[in-house]
C-alpha cells in the first residue's frame, strides 16, 4: 500500500516538474509513510518526509528515532541534531535537487525562511493539497477502518444516551464519554466531544462547560473516535427527559433538519459538485423558515483527519465521486434557545450515499 502511494505522488511530481516534496503534515506523513507521531502543539513538529523520484527520507529528532525506524519501513531515517533546514542543506546537493515543493497549508514561514536559507540555489516551491488529494478516495481498507472508528464511537454514544443526563453537567458527560472512547480501545476522541444543553447548542462548536443539564432541554451532541488512525463524526440531539419534555418548538426545529438530512442522503450522486449536495440540504431549511440558522457546510471529509477533502458546502466547487467518504450534518441554531444537529458518515457509491453507521437514535416526529 505504501510503494503504491509513494508512486502516484512521484507521477504528480514529475507531472509538476518538481524534484522532492517536503511533507509535514501529520496526516500526509502518516498516510504516506506509516509513522503515525502527531504535532505535540502549534509551531513544533515530530518530523516530516523528503521524497523525491529516488528518495523516500523521513527526518526527525532523537525524541522519535526508534519509532521511525520500527514504523516506516519503506523510508531511510535520518535524525537531525542541528535542526531540520541545516539536514536538508546537506541533503540536496546529493540528490540533486534544484526544485523543492512543501505543503504551504502546513508550514509556518518562519520554517520556509530557514529552508531558503540553507538551500541555496533551490527553487522552494508552495503547493496546495498536492498529497492531500491522493488521500480523498478510500480504498476497501480504509472503508473498514473508518467503520469501526464509527461503530466504536456509536456505542459509547448509544450507551451515553441510554443512560441519565438531568442533573449532569455537560463537561462531566463529555469527559465521560472520552474516557469510554479510550476504555473501548480507540486512540482516544478524534476531537474534544462537544455536548452542548439548552441555549448552548446555538453555537455549533460550543465547548462543554459547566451547565447542568435540565429536563426539556435539547442537547447536541457531537463525538468522534480515532481508531488505528482513522477518525469518526456523529451528531445527535436528544431532549433531557425524552421527547414528552420537549418544547413546541424542538418539533419544528428537529424536523427541518432530519428531513434535510434525509433529503441530502437520498439526493447526492456522484458528480455534483460539494455546493450542488450542500443545496438539497439547505433548501429544506430555507423552506422551513430557518434559513439563516444553518450557517456552516453541509459535510467535509473524514479519514486520517477529522476535517479532510472533499469540501461539501456552499462555497465547494469540489466534485464528488465514489469512493468518498464525507459527512452529512444539516443543523439548526437559534439563539437563546439552542440547535438541532444530525450527523451521519456515508460512502458515496456509484448509486449514491451509504452510510457507515447503523446508530438509529432518531426521533419519529409523525
Request: with cysteine; proline share 4%.
Amino acid at each position: 500500500m505504501i510503494k503504491t502511494r509513494l508512486a502516484a505522488l512521484r507521477r504528480l511530481l514529475k507531472k509538476q516538474g518538481l524534484d522532492a516534496i517536503l511533507v509535514t503534515l501529520p496526516a500526509n506523513r502518516r498516510y504516506l509513510s506509516g509513522f503515525t507521531p502527531d504535532d505535540g502543539q502549534w509551531g513544533e513538529s515530530s518530523g516530516c518526509l523528503l521524497i523525491s523520484q529516488t528518495a523516500a527520507l523521513l527526518l526527525t529528532d532523537f525524541r522519535y528515532e526508534l519509532t521511525a525506524r520500527s514504523q516506516a519501513a519503506y523510508f531511510e531515517t535520518l535524525i537531525y541534531h542541528q535542526g531540520l533546514a541545516p539536514l536538508l542543506g546537506m541533503i540536496a546537493p546529493e540528490l540533486g535537487l534544484k526544485t523543492l515543493a512543501y505543503e504551504s497549508e502546513a508550514m509556518l514561514d518562519m520554517w520556509r525562511s530557514r529552508l531558503e536559507q540553507h538551500l541555496p540555489g533551490v527553487e522552494i516551491k508552495p503547493t496546495l493539497g498536492l498529497v492531500s488529494k491522493l488521500r480523498v478516495k478510500k480504498n476497501s481498507a480504509e472503508i473498514r477502518a473508518l467503520a469501526a472508528s464509527l461503530a466504536l464511537m456509536e456505542k459509547v454514544l448509544d450507551q451515553t444516551l441510554a443512560g441519565e443526563l438531568i442533573g449532569r453537567s455537560e463537561r462531566e458527560v463529555a469527559l465521560s464519554i472520552a474516557r469510554a472512547v479510550e476504555d473501548a480501545g480507540a486512540e482516544g476522541v478524534s476531537f474534544p466531544p462537544t455536548v452542548a444543553s439548552g441555549p448552548n447548542g446555538a453555537e455549533p462548536h460550543a465547548e462543554s462547560g459547566e451547565r447542568v443539564i435540565q429536563r426539556g432541554d435539547p442537547i447536541v451532541f457531537d463525538v468522534g473516535a480515532k481508531l488505528k488512525g482513522y477518525c469518526s463524526d456523529i451528531s445527535r440531539t436528544v431532549v433531557a427527559g425524552g421527547l414528552e419534555a420537549a418544547d413546541e418548538r424542538f418539533a419544528k426545529v428537529y424536523g427541518a433538519t432530519l428531513a434535510a438530512k434525509n433529503k441530502a442522503y437520498d439526493e447526492i450522486m456522484p458528480g455534483m459538485t460539494g455546493n450542488e449536495a450542500d443545496a438539497i440540504a439547505r433548501e429544506v431549511i430555507d423552506q422551513a423558515g430557518f434559513g439563516s440558522r444553518f450557517g456552516h457546510s453541509l459535510g467535509h471529509g473524514v479519514g486520517l483527519a477529522t476535517h479532510e477533502d472533499p469540501r461539501v458546502g456552499p462555497r465547494a466547487d469540489d466534485v464528488l465521486d465514489a469512493g468518498m467518504v464525507f459527512t452529512i450534518e444539516p443543523g439548526i441554531y437559534l439563539p437563546g434557545w439552542g440547535g438541532v444537529r444530525l450527523e451521519d458518515m456515508v460512502l458515496l457509491t456509484g448509486e449514491g450515499c451509504m452510510r457507515l453507521g447503523k446508530l438509529d437514535r432518531f426521533y419519529d416526529l409523525s
